[in-house]
């Protein structure tokens, strides 16, 4: 009884963030609450509208030095009237907090930031990506085709003719220790970050379990050589977490591993797929460009997301948004792992 007492309240919630969200995002899922209420940070559903239903997760977590911190990840709906109605109920229901973080989910709005700074906002630290490549997965098999650089579609074609095969693949014990031997080999190679072991188990078991989440391997000669973790919420999927094998990079299986991927989201009636982070396509002088050149051959444009904004409930709030950057570097060098 119990259970299914949860399974309605889950269902209950995800209907009204999917209603209410213009890009609902997995991080404001019943299932990335039960994700992160496992691990140091507490997880409440608010309701931060005045004339129309608007459903936040809040997720809070003691910053050692400073008290409770409150981020509000992956919001999206918003237009600038929206700003102060929701600022008006953050201050008021803020509890103990001495600062909140939003990072809006939406594409940059210039009139949409101005009103988040008329309203106390101030510029912060991102915790997300705010750069990705968008594909279209709503139109035809042909469409997707003709959006891709002509670079993608010829680098199918050879992991075609190779023998790549691509596969779904279920998350048992075998396949979730090859996947996780790939995303460290990856890691390896590129410096990229991945979080742990345990957390990258934890987080694709979730979402296999809610039927929001999918195992992909590409295979050749019957080995695999590359694979992808895709994440599902409404009709949206991201690339959540992906690896490959540093030999036979002629293959170019990594490219079919993605282009059947898109295949199936659109098959399954996924609107739009974020294949996630690139650096800002303006700076060639970032770190990631190989990721950029890769990604960037699926769809033609870089979409960047609004930059994040702290509204400081007390003066320690300010300090907090000027030195977090550092508050962040000394956590992950101490402990490893990333504090958000």
């Known amino acids: 009884m119990q259970a299914a007492q949860s399974q309605q309240m889950a269902v209950a919630w995800d209907d009204r963030v999917l209603g209410a969200h213009s890009t609902p995002h997995f991080m404001q899922s ?19 509208g005045t004339d129309r239903d608007f459903p936040v997760l809040v997720f809070e977590r003691l910053a050692e030095g400073f008290g409770l911190f409150q981020h509000l990840p992956r919001v999206s709906g918003l ?30 709005d210039g009139a949409l930031e101005a009103a988040f ?11 997300q990506y705010r750069h990705a490549v ?11 085709l003709a ?19 691509v596969g779904r693949a279920e998350l048992d014990d075998a396949n979730r220790a ?32 809610d039927d929001r989440g999918q195992l992909y391997f590409a295979r050749y000669d019957g080995q695999v050589v590359a694979g992808a973790f895709i994440a599902r919420y ?20 990594s490219r079919l591993l993605q282009w059947c991927i898109i295949r199936d989201l659109a098959a399954d009636g996924i609107e739009r797929y974020d294949l996630g982070h690139v650096p800002p396509p303006g700076e060639p002088d970032a770190p990631g460009q190989g990721v950029l050149v890769f990604k960037s051959a699926f769809a ?20 907090w948004r000027r030195g977090e950057g550092a508050f962040l570097a000394a956590y992950l060098e101490r402990t490893g792992d990333y504090w958000y």
């Open 300 to 319: 033609r444009d870089v979409l960047e997301y609004m930059p994040a904004f702290q509204l400081s409930h007390e003066e320690r709030g300010e300090t």
């Open 117 to 127: 700074l008329e309203q106390g906002w101030q510029p912060a630290k991102a915790s």
């Open 234 to 253: 409404g009709p949206n999927a991201w690339y959540k977490d992906g690896g490959s094998t540093r030999d036979q990079p002629q293959l170019m299986a």
């Open 30 to 48: 019943s299932t990335w609450e039960a994700v992160r209420s496992s691990g140091p940070w507490h997880v409440s559903r608010r309701g931060l």
């Open 134 to 144: 968008i594909v279209d997965t709503s139109v035809s098999e042909e469409e997707i």
């Open 79 to 108: 237009a600038p009237a929206d700003v102060a109605p929701l600022t008006e109920r953050i201050r008021a229901e803020r509890g103990t907090a001495f600062a909140t973080k939003i990072e809006v989910h939406q594409p940059r």
């Open 178 to 209: 090859r996947m996780i031997d790939l995303v460290r080999e990856t890691e390896e190679r590129s410096g990229a970050f991945f979080r742990g072991d345990g957390y990258l188990e934890t987080v694709w078991s979730a979402f296999v379990a």
């Open 147 to 165: 959006n891709m650089k002509k670079r993608a579609r010829a680098e199918i074609r050879v992991a075609e003719r190779h023998g790549v095969v």
